[in-house]
């Protein structure tokens, strides 16, 4: 979901790539739901391993589950490191959500954190 909501709302600022340590192949089925409910289609974007980045020249690396920060590989050079730990949505029902809801939950949260990051991107590209 992340790399659907940063594409939506900074794929004009830079290139987005989305990797795990552990991809499962493939995007959540739910995912695709929350995403397609607020007008992202990612049924395109695929469930890579992060490995295949690192030659890539890659200068930010945002990390966004759990310990996906001290999971991620040091990428060469000087590189720019942002982590918000998001819950995984496939385990993150609480009582009385259904899977859905969680991934509605946290999709609506990582939205809000990727809107502002955008936000002061373009903010501090002002001259």
């Known amino acids: 979901m992340a790399e659907g909501i940063l594409r939506a709302v900074a794929g004009d600022l830079f290139e987005v790539f989305s990797a795990g340590s552990k991809p499962k192949g493939q995007v959540h089925p739910l995912a695709l739901v929350a995403l397609d409910e607020i007008g992202i289609d990612a049924h395109s974007h695929t469930s890579d391993h992060v490995d295949i980045y690192l030659d890539k020249g890659i200068d930010t690396v945002i990390t966004v589950c759990g310990n996906a920060d001290q999971a991620c590989p040091t990428f060469p050079g000087k590189v720019t490191r942002y982590h918000w730990g998001f819950e995984d949505p496939p385990h993150a029902k609480r009582e009385g959500e259904t899977e859905l809801d969680a991934f509605r939950r946290i999709r609506d ?10 936000a002061g991107y373009r903010e501090a590209l002002k001259p």
């Open 109 to 118: 949260e990582i939205k809000l954190v990727f809107e502002a990051y955008a």
